[in-house]
Each structure stands twice: as C-alpha cells, then as structure tokens.
C-alpha cells in the first residue's frame, strides 16, 4: 500500500465548487485505476474507474484524469453537494489475474452547505 | 445486482472468545475474496485473499492462525477471530470479485467487531 500517495488527507468545500484528489503510484504494472467512495460505518463502493489507454474519463460530476507518464491520476468532483461528504480512496491494482487493490491513505471530503 | 453482504454488521464479545463472520456473494459467484480490516480514520489493510477450495493467502504480518478464512463455496467465504482480544477491534470489510477479466471488487458493508 505505501506504493500509492493520496493527497490531500482532508478537505473541505463549499456546495457547488470543485474537489480535487490526486494519487500518485510507483508500480508501473498497475493497469486498473479506480476510486473508492466510503462513508461512515459502510463499506467502500466503486466511484468511477479508468483504463491507462485514455487520458480521462467522466461519470457526472465525477471525472478522472490519468497521466501515465507522471504515474499520477486524479479525481475531480465538480458542483460538489453535501451529500459527496464522504471518504475518497484511490486504489489502483494490476491487469490480468491480480486482483489485489493497492489502496491510497483516503480523503476526507466535508462540502459545506 | 453485484451485492455483497456481511453479517453480523456488528458484534461485541469478551476478550478470548472467538468470532465468526460471513461474507457472501448474492448475486454472482466469487472466484476471489478478500478480506480487510479498517481502523478508524485510516485506510482498508488487505488481510488475506482466499480462492474457493483453496488455502487463503495472508499478507505479511497478519497472523493466519489467529484470523481462520474459509472460502467453502463461491458464494460465502468466513473469517473467524480465535481468541479475540481488545486490539482486535476493528472494523472487518470483504469484498468479491467474479474474477475473469472483471475489474471490480464488490465490497461488502462491513462488520464492526468490539472486544470487551
């Protein structure tokens, strides 16, 4: 897990703007990037999730930006909502038959009303 | 569909008793599972990944004989901790996946264990 770097560890926001997450890896064979979101006393539930042969990728709100040279991806949440209040983890694993997640530190997001 | 359940979603028990808990795949079968545990405010520790009629793999660190994994079906895999003790307390999330060329890992809604 030490091979994921999660930043920032909190955040808050204001209803309506924009969170930013990043995530920066070391293991080059990581071949499936995703992101978790968790809130209090559940389980984490897959957010929204990319491939390295796309740059981005965008679920609603939610968008991913992958930049495999840097080995960093990010996740953007734009208009964000009280209800986003919650813990963000990337967690990035290999292709193929590993299906082992490398989880990152978390995020706490707090969007103010 | 692609549900996860965990039960009990909380247990309290005396310190050198031992716990049990469920994992189960609802709606799909599970090649793979892990298990995880979660200490307050900080990141899911991968355990152990168990196959189905195989052996679970522990990760370094994590006590085999301590925390029992039986993966007896596609569909249930157990997690027992044997002679519990209050350090134990923690919260135990699984998850599954249909293995394949399927990416995603199915979490379940996790077990808060509390050792008295």
């Known amino acids: 897990q030490q091979q994921v770097k999660q930043s920032p560890q909190s955040l808050i926001v204001q209803k309506g703007g924009i969170s930013i997450i990043n995530c920066a890896y070391e293991?080059?064979?990581?071949?499936?990037f995703p992101w978790y979101q968790q809130f209090p006393g559940k389980g984490p539930a897959l957010l929204i999730a990319i491939r390295p042969d796309v740059s981005e990728k965008k679920e609603g709100r939610f968008t991913i930006s992958f930049n495999k040279s840097a080995k960093q991806f990010s996740l953007h949440i734009m208009d964000s909502q009280p209800g986003d209040s919650a813990t963000y983890f990337c967690a990035p694993r290999p292709g193929s038959n590993d299906y082992k997640l490398s989880f990152g530190a978390g995020t706490t997001v707090t969007v103010r009303a | 569909g692609a549900v996860v359940s965990q039960h009990p979603s909380w247990v309290i028990c005396k310190s050198g008793t031992s716990v049990k808990i469920e994992c189960r795949s609802l709606d799909f079968q599970a090649t793979t599972m892990f298990w995880y545990r979660q200490f307050p405010k900080q990141s899911l520790m991968l355990m152990a990944t168990?196959?189905?009629?195989?052996?679970?793999?522990?990760e370094q660190g994590v006590e085999k004989d301590k925390f029992l994994i039986n993966h007896a079906s596609l569909t249930l895999s157990t997690l027992t901790v044997t002679s519990a003790h209050p350090e134990d307390s923690s919260f135990y999330i699984c998850?599954?996946?249909?293995?394949?060329?399927?990416?995603?890992?199915?979490f379940g809604p996790g077990t808060r264990l509390t050792v008295l």
């Open positions: 998850s599954a996946t249909p293995g394949l060329d399927y990416n995603e890992q199915f």
């Open positions: 293991n080059t064979a990581f071949d499936y």
């Open positions: 168990s196959n189905e009629g195989s052996k679970a793999t522990y």
